[in-house]
């Protein structure tokens, strides 16, 4: 596996981590389904999604696959009272990723970032490496403290 830019920051940290690849499917992008190729269950594959708060700006939360972004929850956390999703058309201009190989490490420019409290329940979570079809695994305090990213309730 090629070394993504992700990759690189995560060894520049000094943070060990396990690279994983799996087949891509383009016509099924999902964390999910990532999650099945990787053999991993769901709850501990966490998709990272761009958001944009009425006054913050925009902002990062990472959640579990199988699980859907509570709107009021994420905005209650970038401290906001509204909150979207990014367009698709804008997550590459924004992050310098493309969806299904968006890392929250790495981005072009640093976010405020949050993760939900589930990832508490791993040792390890698995996050893009930053390209479609990698995959890394990782200690989530790590992930938070590399990031500055504080744990949060984000799903429903």
């Known amino acids: 596996m090629k070394k993504t830019n ?8 000094g943070i060990p981590y396990e690279a994983r690849a799996y087949p891509v499917d383009e016509s099924d992008l999902s964390g999910v389904h990532a999650a099945q190729l990787l053999q991993l269950p769901a709850r501990q594959v966490f998709k990272t999604l761009v958001l ?7 902002f990062v939360c ?4 199988c699980q859907e972004i509570d709107l009021k929850k994420a905005a209650r956390a970038a ?7 990014l367009p698709l058309r804008e997550l590459l201009p924004v992050t310098g990723y493309i969806r299904g190989g968006c890392s929250p490490v790495g981005m072009k420019k640093k976010f405020p970032t949050f993760l939900d409290n589930s ?3 791993w040792e390890r979570i698995s996050i893009s490496a930053g390209k479609r079809g990698e995959m890394v695994l990782i200690e ?3 992930l ?3 990031l500055g990213a504080a744990y949060v309730e984000l799903t429903a």
């Open 6 to 13: 992700a990759i690189r920051l995560l060894e520049q940290a």
């Open 52 to 58: 944009r708060g009425e006054r913050t700006g925009y």
């Open 62 to 65: 990472c959640i579990p696959a």
């Open 79 to 85: 401290g906001d009272k509204r909150a979207e999703l």
């Open 119 to 121: 990832a508490h329940e």
């Open 140 to 142: 989530p305090d790590r």
């Open 144 to 146: 938070c403290a590399l």
